[in-house]
């Protein structure tokens, strides 16, 4: 069975730092992507990672945020500097082969 676990969300104040984890099964991860979708908004693509390393950052979020993964675990990360409040959102992980998408985990970025 597909599954991907996001965890890691939280309410943190402006400039903050988050981790966020994406822990895949029943599958092995490839390209996979976080996305986010904020209240009234749509959904949008933050980072995206192959077998090789990041490839995509939104231009949102270069500089601050930075995507990774461990095959050993399974699992793909994004570290979340210098957080702004308009980063405010649930953020999703998808993987691109299995066209499967996790639950969400809620940033909130507020002092």
């Known amino acids: 069975q597909v599954q991907l676990v996001e965890s890691g969300g939280g309410l943190v104040q402006p400039g903050g730092s988050l981790k966020l984890s994406c822990l895949a099964s029943?599958?092995?991860?490839?390209?996979m992507e976080w996305h986010r979708q904020a209240p009234g908004q749509q959904r949008e693509v933050v980072a995206q990672i192959t077998k090789i390393g990041p490839t995509y950052y939104a231009a949102s979020v270069k500089g601050r945020f930075t995507i990774s993964r461990d095959n050993a675990k399974n699992t793909v990360y994004l570290q979340m500097n210098a957080l702004k409040s308009e980063d405010t959102a649930t953020y999703y992980c998808f993987s691109i082969e299995q066209g499967h998408w996790g639950l969400g985990t809620q940033v909130t970025v507020s002092a």
């Open positions: 029943g599958f092995r991860i490839n390209v």
